[in-house]
């Protein structure tokens, strides 16, 4: 399993980004493109959403196929409990 940030802020720079997950201790991909905000909205708009989609939004994947996402906050135990599930069923 494999998690990618997008970050859709502009105006930050890289070394921005690698101070917040430092911080916080993300130990995932961050990416910080100016074309982030362009393929965010595609994704959202691919899954339904459209172009003023909800943050954070998380969209899961397996084998290249979608399979949900959730938009908004959302309790840790919710998303613990799913993505163990998908990592049960490969």
Known sequence: MKFIGISIEEGKDNAYFKRFAEEIGISYTLVNSPDNLK???AIAGAIGLGEDFPIPLM???QN???VKHYAGLV???MLESDLKQLV???
């Open 39 to 41: 393929a965010a909205r």
């Open 64 to 66: 290249g196929v979608y």
């Open 75 to 77: 309790p840790e135990e």
């Open 88 to 90: 049960s069923e490969r």
């Open 59 to 61: 969209v899961v994947y």
